[in-house]
């Protein structure tokens, strides 16, 4: 056998090892993810009714068997929007009640230590986490679907020139148009922006799921947003499961810079700004031909003494911020959380959750809880926001 041959046979010896241990990951979250609500609302001690336990257990064992299916449909290389739609709030709901099921068992000790006995403290518990549960999943849905609050911050660039202070940056990022109409709703966002008197409006990505061509009408009002200077947009990871090539070209079609690894340069009273811009972290290994972060790239030829503002969309690419002396970094993807307490597994794979951060001496990080949100329309104590950053001189 040639070296050739071993090179192209080996990954084929190791794929079936990935699928099946990945199989069973899958198998083991969806069994934890729907078996703890399903035990805890029907079989925790509460001894409800025969049937009322049989009419759980189906509707907990459809919900299982489909919701796979589902995924696959909605997210898959079609992203048919039907399918997605129901998944996606399958798994929010799902979510909320596995969370609030874990705590409903702090809740069924507590009641025990009170001298309340079962089934009573069982069925007690069982009724209390299903209301927080319904009263979470109503607030967090409005929550999604509402128009974003602006969120204010003033950050000081102590190497930004006099004429350049003051200067409004608005930013969106994580707008996630998708399987659920929200043409109005971008509209909304745009008039908003458009009351923010901007010099910059920028997008640090994460626009849609789903192709250019599925989302046009979604993402027509960006082509209104107003801002003296620039309008700027860099690729987040999810451009990478649906045509981030087309994509960016959209972007420039709508009159927004994409910023994929340059940078351009606005000026104010006799003062620049170096505005720069990194293809996401995932674009390397996304097959898309040209697409990588480089920030070298990103900063070629720019003059090393003005300040640098750079558009990334994870928080996680700071390190390459602070490594090429950027000023200020602005970024998505966290979403906050969207969901508490899922905000704890994001802070395993980010330095940062949310808000305005240090990062070595000269260089800060902005995090955006996002402007829309992914997936489960639901945000719960982490809410979206359109952000205006005024940047201060020393």
């Known amino acids: 056998m040639s070296v050739g ?11 079936p090892g990935r699928v099946i241990s990945f199989a069973l990951t899958v198998t083991a979250v969806l069994l934890l993810l729907f078996g703890v609500p399903w035990f805890f609302l029907f079989f925790s001690g509460n001894d409800w009714p025969g049937p009322v336990r049989v009419a759980g257990t189906v509707v907990f064992a459809v919900a299982l068997v489909t919701f796979p299916i589902l995924m696959i449909q909605g997210h898959g290389r079609h992203h048919r929007d039907g399918p997605s739609v129901i998944a996606d709030t399958t798994l929010g ?7 609030w099921s874990l705590l409903g068992q702090v809740l069924t000790l507590i009641l025990w230590a009170a001298g309340v006995d079962g089934p009573a403290r069982y069925r007690i518990a069982t009724v209390v986490i299903a209301a927080i549960s319904l009263v979470l999943l109503v607030w967090g849905y409005a929550e999604a ?9 003033d950050v000081v660039l102590p190497r930004l020139g006099a004429g350049l202070d003051g200067l409004r940056l608005v930013l969106l990022t994580d707008t996630h148009y998708g399987p659920i109409e929200r043409s109005r709703w971008s509209r909304r966002v745009i008039e908003v922006v458009n009351t923010l008197d901007a010099d910059v409006v920028a997008h640090t990505g994460d626009i849609a799921d789903g192709e250019v061509a599925q989302r046009l009408a979604q993402a027509a009002p960006l082509a209104d947003a107003r801002a003296s200077m620039a309008r700027v947009y860099v690729t987040g990871n999810h451009e990478y499961f649906s045509g981030a090539q087309r994509w960016v070209e959209h972007m420039a079609e709508l009159g927004w810079e994409a910023l994929h690894n340059r940078h351009v340069v606005v000026s104010r009273g006799g003062d620049s700004l170096v505005v720069a811009g990194v293809d996401d972290r995932t674009a390397a290994g996304s097959g898309v031909p040209g697409h990588h972060a480089d920030h070298e ?14 558009l990334a969309h994870q928080p996680a690419q700071i390190a390459g911020a602070v490594t090429h002396g950027v000023d200020l970094q602005i970024s998505g993807h966290t979403h906050g959380g969207q969901m508490w307490p899922f905000h704890y597994l994001v802070r395993l794979d980010q330095p940062v959750l949310q808000g305005l951060s240090r990062h070595s001496e000269r260089t800060q990080l902005y995090t955006s809880r996002g402007t829309g949100f992914w997936g489960p329309p639901f945000r719960i104590f982490a809410p ?3 952000t205006l950053l005024t940047l201060r001189s020393r």
């Open 5 to 15: 041959e071993a090179v192209e046979t080996e990954p084929r010896r190791r794929r």
């Open 93 to 99: 709901v799902l979510w909320v009640l596995f969370v």
């Open 145 to 153: 679907r509402r128009v974003p609050r602006v969120r204010r911050v």
């Open 297 to 310: 790239a990103a900063l070629a030829g720019a003059d090393p003494s003005l300040p640098v503002l750079l």
């Open 384 to 386: 979206s926001e359109i």
